[in-house]
Nanobody, 118 residues
């Protein structure tokens, strides 16, 4: 079993910043890509940012230049620094990881709510 525990969500005003954290534990031998997805009310879940085991990053266009993903491999933790937040960033943010060990499996956290108020 793999557990992903997110923290850092909350309420912030437009233009503010938040930092999300996600710690992976359990059967994480072979942990590879980690990242964040989000789901706004009435919308489908979308990729926000991912980071590979070698540090390669990928961002959705709408957050480029504002969000930064990073990871501490020793702690199996991924972070998402979110700056210049906009109302449209309001969503539940889900931590994600892919484990490559005799195949590839994806795991998701339970989500943390980010609300950006006007």
């Amino acid at each position: 079993q793999v557990q992903l525990v997110e923290s850092g969500g909350g309420l912030v005003q437009v233009g503010g910043s938040l930092r999300l954290s996600c710690a992976a534990s359990g059967s994480i031998l072979g942990i590879d890509k980690m990242g964040w997805y989000r789901q706004a009310p009435g919308k489908q879940r979308e990729l926000v940012a991912t980071i590979t085991g070698t540090g390669g990053t990928n961002y959705v266009d709408s957050v480029k230049g504002r969000f930064t993903i990073s990871r501490d491999s020793a702690k199996n933790t991924v972070y998402l620094q979110m700056n210049s937040l906009k109302a449209e960033d309001t969503a539940v943010y889900y931590c994600y990881t892919m484990i490559r060990f005799f195949g590839a499996r994806e795991y998701w956290g339970k989500g943390t709510l980010v609300t950006v108020s006007l």
